[in-house]
Each structure stands twice: as C-alpha cells, then as structure tokens.
C-alpha cells in the first residue's frame, strides 16, 4: 500500500533539493518509475505534476545551458539577495553569516553569486547574494542572464535597497526580475537603517536592517522564516527542529525522521500553538503548526 499522498510529495520534493540539469532529469525519471500508475486521484495528480518537472527542468536547461552559473543548494530553503550594486547585500549576508565578503563603499564589490548559510531557530538557510543588478541585465549587461538564472532557482526573494538611495534603482531591479518572468515570495530589506528613512512608497513588506543593530537583524530574520513558508517543529529528545513545507502532519514528521517510524506512529504528544493543553495526544494525521515540540508515539 503506497505511503499517504502528502507525505510522498513531501519526500519527492526533499530528493530533488540541490538537483539542476541532467541530474534533476535522472532523479525525476526514477521518481516517475517508483510511483504508483494510478489513472486518478491524488497519486495520477502526484506523476502529472513530475512529468511537468521534467518538462520544465528541459526547458530551463535550454534557455540557461548557454549562460549558467551553478550554486549548490544547502539548508531547508535558498533565498537571494537581490538588489541593485551598493545596495548593503554583501555586509547584510556578513552579519548573518561566518563568511567573509569584500565589501566597499563602490558599485559592483561582489561580482560572482555568493552562498552562505546561517541557523534560523535552528534551520539551517541558505542566503544567496546576487551581484548588483543593472539596467539590461535580460540583455545580458553585467552578466545578467546567468544571475537571473541563480535567481530562478532559489526558494524566495530578499530585494536589498539602501535607505536614503533613490527608489528608482530598486523599481529598476524588480523590473528586468518580472521581465525575467520569475515570480517568488518577497520582501525588501531596507538597509543602513541607521544612517536614513526606510522607504514608503512601495508595494513588498519593508524590514529596517541594520548590520549595527542586532534587534534589526533579529526582526529581519523572523521576517525572512515568514518568507520561507516553512513550518518548524521541534523534537522532544531533543537535536535540530524538522522543517517541512506544510500542510505538516503528526506522520509527516515521523516520516521525516525515519520511514519505517512514519509507518508505525500512531499519534503524538503536543505541546504548541496546534494543542489544546501542553502534552495533548493527538492521532497521526494532526496537523501541527510552526513552532509546536512533538513527542512522536512509535505504538
């Protein structure tokens, strides 16, 4: 009998994590050929949506082979950093990270995309600083198209704005991204805080960061777990939190933790936003929510 439909996708979508090109292809394909043939129903939605994958990941290769760059995927979800050149990028993922990044008062400091982790609430997240942005870059100027393809492959967008900096240089930005056709979940991160007002007019949720000021950089990394659409549930014996895209169920959870357990759980024990009381027990198929520490129950 095959695994809850959910908890399938759940698992395909984490065996894809990181997979680009021919590799992304193979893994699809073998995915396809585990996959039940139903003709309806959730599992026939489940291999309709991989043959759509495998479309796509052959179409991008196309339009990107010619001008790629590769950023290898680590952590629960890879957000860019995206902004025009100068735009406080390369000190905002410094002081989020152990990296470090050449930064300057001068356009174009960073030229190559730049990977960093850090721990959110124990979930390790994958910044991705893209190098400066310009006018043209659909048309190549600054090497745009590779760094738009960077950008089409990552989970969310942080755009990089610095306070005091005319808004025509992120409205300049946002528009060769739409242009690009590539449409993720967003937020401006107003940066050096400190040194000016953030800006008004605009339609994405504004998060002040400054990198001296590390309430800022406490705010601007709940802001950026909100863009991740994750949910994050920790583990009563302790270790790092699970982090699932939801909806998250009490088997999803086991699942993740090992198959066989996903298997045999019969519920678990709660304490959290989605319990009653502290400690409720609740059945397999409960859904938890962002936050919640599970104690899973192996029969």
């Known amino acids: 009998m095959p695994m809850p439909h959910r908890t399938q996708m759940q698992l395909i979508k984490r065996r894809l994590v990181g997979k680009e090109g021919s590799e992304r292809t193979r893994e699809l394909r073998a995915i396809l050929g585990e996959?039940?043939?139903y003709k309806n129903g959730p599992y026939a939605d489940i291999r309709k949506w991989v043959n759509s994958q495998i479309v796509e990941t052959r179409a991008r290769g196309r339009v990107l082979s010619r001008d790629s760059i590769a950023v290898r995927r680590e952590g629960a979800a890879q957000i860019a950093l995206v902004g025009a050149p100068n735009a406080g990028k390369s000190s905002l993922l410094q002081a989020l990270s152990s990296i470090q990044?050449?930064?300057g008062d001068y356009a174009f400091t960073t030229t190559r995309p730049v990977p960093a982790l850090t721990r959110i609430e124990g979930v390790l997240v994958q910044f991705v600083e893209i190098p400066g942005l310009i006018e043209g870059a659909n048309e190549d100027r600054g090497g745009g198209r590779a760094l738009l393809?960077?950008?089409?492959?990552?989970d969310a967008i942080v755009y990089c704005h610095a306070c005091g900096s005319p808004l025509d240089e992120l409205e300049t930005v946002r528009a060769e991204v739409t242009t690009a056709g590539i449409d993720k979940p967003s937020i401006l991160a107003a940066t050096k805080a400190d040194e000016a007002e953030p800006p008004a007019h605009t339609d994405l949720d504004v998060v002040p960061v400054s990198v001296l000021d590390d309430e800022s950089l406490d705010r601007f990394r709940d802001a950026v777990w909100q863009l991740t659409?994750?949910?994050?549930?920790y583990l009563r014996d302790g270790g790092d939190p699970v982090?699932?895209?939801p909806p998250v169920t009490v088997?999803?959870?086991a699942h993740s933790i090992h198959h066989e357990l996903g298997e045999r759980t019969t519920g678990a024990r709660v304490w959290g936003p989605s319990a009653r009381f502290p400690g409720q027990r609740v059945g397999r198929t409960h859904e938890l929510a962002d936050g919640d520490s599970v104690e899973v129950l192996d029969r």
Do not use: M, S
């Open 149 to 154: 393809g960077v950008l089409r492959g990552a």
């Open 101 to 103: 990044i050449k930064t």
């Open 251 to 253: 088997e999803d959870v």
């Open 229 to 233: 659409g994750l949910v994050r549930v």
């Open 35 to 37: 996959l039940p043939n």
């Open 243 to 245: 982090a699932l895209h």
